[in-house]
């Protein structure tokens, strides 16, 4: 089974609560004997959908197609996973009694929102890296200090001469605690994107026990918008599954395309990533797009990188390249005029060690895509 084969392979495997259709197909490729485990379990560990993975095949009662030490593997990663997550409900119920007591009002966020909002039928189907917040900006210094009283460290320095562009406060982390925590005050790095603001988020919060969390409308725009701008995706035409599953189940609350033309910003960037997941997920119901010229093309896009991984590859290289000479250039030639932060970015190319990172995070983009 090539790589692609294994790809279609999972997607139709997570597709399986929502379509159950697939599971007759599944079956008929289980019993063929031609599905090359080895790359099903790389395609779902770096899309870190593996006690998803799980899920969905112990639900269809699919485990005993499965070979002994893989079907050990599954147990074992979503069990230490459900463990996690039980810690990280835990945590937050911690944090959010911090907050109430300094009478501070958070908005939780992305995969945290969507499980404390009950969206996932298993607490260990997510895989979540850290605990999301969105606060008022003009609160932002405030928390982070009230978390620092509590016994949170922030894991670089924070620049207050940087706080328009900031989109959030350094990560903060606690030596008895497992979740990191990143207090945004907005939610897209560039500054020239942030149509949804704080107040937009405000305006519409819903209130699941004592947690606020987004709207579904804004939980679909922000899923669409961090992938696609902050991760790139739009850039390099990426697919995420954990990130498109979660759209997927978004879907079933609300029609993504009616989301898409009620807002007057990102349309075709939101309704581009509508497109990949759609692709991804078969077509299914729930992800209907408006069809058009532009839909078509991406279409094919899309199917090419699959025809030909490689040039796609190169394509995604060279795209990236060109984005960070250009990105990092006007970078430099801004922080020119600003004695501060002139200094901090002289500081950070004459710092051998800055610089050795700064020129790795490139290459690890670079080989990964």
Same mark, same amino acid.
């Given at each position: ?16 609560? /929502? ?70 409900? $835990? ?8 907050? @109430? ?23 260990? @189907? ?14 932002? @210094? =405030? ?8 016994? +949170? ?15 959030? &406060? ?27 603001? =704080?107040? /937009? ?25 961090? *992938? $696609?701008?902050?991760?790139?995706? /739009? ?8 990130? $498109? ?15 898409? $033309? ?6 075709? *960037?939101?309704?581009? &990533?509508?497109?990949? *997941? ?22 094919? +896009?899309?199917?090419?990188? +699959?025809?030909?991984? #490689? ?11 060109? &984005? #960070? ?13 600003? *004695?501060?932060? #002139? ?27």
């Amino acid at each position: 089974m090539e790589y692609k084969n294994a790809f279609f392979f999972v997607a139709n495997c997570l597709l399986l609560k /929502a379509h159950n259709t697939h599971k007759s197909v599944l079956i008929v490729q289980l019993n063929s004997g031609t599905i090359n485990w080895e790359n099903v379990v790389r395609v779902a560990s770096n899309h870190l959908v593996v006690p998803l993975l799980y899920i969905r095949l112990k639900e269809a009662d699919l485990l005993g197609y499965l070979p002994t030490d893989l079907k050990e593997y599954l147990i074992e990663i979503h069990q230490l996973n459900y463990d996690r997550n039980t810690i990280l409900l $835990q945590e937050i119920h911690e944090l959010n009694l911090i907050f @109430e007591q300094h009478k501070i009002q958070v908005i939780y966020l992305k995969g945290v929102a969507h499980l404390l909002k009950g969206l996932y039928t298993d607490i260990g @189907e997510r895989m979540i890296g850290d605990i999301d917040l969105l606060v008022n900006p003009k609160e932002m @210094e =405030f928390v982070a200090t009230v978390l620092a009283t509590n016994g +949170f460290k922030a894991l670089s320095k924070y620049d207050s001469s940087l706080f328009t562009r900031t989109k959030h &406060y350094p990560r903060l982390v606690h030596s008895t605690k497992y979740f990191a925590v990143e207090i945004h005050k907005d939610v897209i790095q560039k500054v020239g994107d942030r149509k949804l603001d =704080f107040n /937009a988020y405000d305006e519409k919060k819903v209130k699941t026990e004592n947690f606020y969390l987004p709207c579904i409308e804004h939980l679909i725009i922000h899923n669409a918008l961090n *992938t $696609q701008l902050n991760d790139s995706g /739009a850039l390099l035409s990426t697919l995420n599954f954990r990130q $498109q599953y979660d759209l997927l189940i978004l879907s079933k609350e609300k029609n993504i395309e009616d989301v898409i $033309q009620s807002v007057q910003y990102f349309n075709n *960037t939101m309704r581009s &990533y509508l497109i990949k *997941t759609a692709y991804l997920f078969n077509r299914v119901p729930s992800l209907t797009f408006k069809e058009s010229t532009r839909s078509k093309i991406q279409m094919y +896009f899309i199917a090419l990188r +699959f025809k030909h991984p #490689r040039l796609f590859k190169l394509k995604n290289q060279i795209t990236y390249s060109s &984005y #960070r000479i250009l990105s990092d250039s006007r970078g430099f030639v801004l922080n020119m005029f600003h *004695t501060s932060q #002139r200094k901090r970015m002289l500081d950070h190319f004459t710092d051998p060690v800055w610089f050795k990172s700064y020129l790795s995070r490139i290459f690890k983009k670079l080989k990964s895509i």
